[in-house]
C-alpha cells in the first residue's frame, strides 16, 4: 500500500512541475504572438485554457514518457503517442476557446504549422540536450575506470 502511495504522489508531483512549466513555455508563445498582432492585453478565457492545456500536457508528459501505462514502449513509439494525443487535445481547446477562426483554412494550416515546427524544436532540444549529457557521463565514468585502474 506504501508504494502505491508513493508511486502516486511521485506521479501528481511529476505532473505539477510539468504543468508549471508548460503554463510558462504556453504564455512566452502567446505574448510573443499578442506581440505579433500588435494585441493590448490577454482575455481571461484564453489564459484559463491555458492553464488547463499546461495542466494536461503535463499528464500527458508523464503518461507517454514514463513507465506509468507503458512499461516497454519504445522513445519514438512514445513520441508520437504524445504528438497525436496532445495534437488532438490542443485542437480541442483551439477550437472550444476560439484561439483563432475556424472556418478559415490559412489559420488551420498557421496552427498546424506552429504546432509541428514548436514540436519538433522542443523534441530536438531535448534530444541535443540527452546527448550532451550522456556524452558528459561516458566521460566522467571513463576517468573512473582510468583512475581505478591505476589502484
Not at 508513493?6 to 512549466?21: E, G, I, N, P, S
Not at 513507465?67 to 522513445?75: S, T
Not at 550532451?132 to 561516458?138: E, I, L, N, P, Y
Request: hydrophobic share 60%.
Amino acid at each position: 500500500m506504501k508504494d502505491k502511495m508513493r508511486r502516486f504522489f511521485d506521479v501528481v508531483v511529476a505532473v505539477k512541475q510539468r504543468a508549471a512549466l508548460n503554463y510558462t513555455a504556453a504564455m512566452c508563445i502567446y505574448v510573443f504572438f499578442l506581440w505579433v498582432f500588435k494585441q493590448d492585453g490577454a482575455s481571461l478565457p484564453m489564459l484559463f485554457s491555458l492553464l488547463v492545456v499546461g495542466a494536461a500536457a503535463g499528464l500527458m508528459q508523464v503518461v507517454a514518457f514514463s513507465d506509468v501505462l507503458f512499461k516497454k514502449l519504445a522513445y519514438g513509439w512514445r513520441m508520437v503517442l504524445f504528438f497525436v494525443v496532445f495534437g488532438a487535445v490542443l485542437t480541442a481547446f483551439a477550437v472550444g476557446f476560439g484561439w483563432f477562426p475556424t472556418d478559415s483554412a490559412g489559420a488551420w494550416v498557421g496552427f498546424a504549422a506552429i504546432f509541428i515546427l514548436i514540436f519538433a524544436a522542443i523534441a530536438g532540444g531535448i534530444e541535443i540536450y540527452y546527448r550532451a549529457s550522456g556524452r558528459k557521463w561516458d566521460d566522467r565514468l571513463d576517468w573512473y575506470r582510468k583512475n581505478r585502474e591505476k589502484k
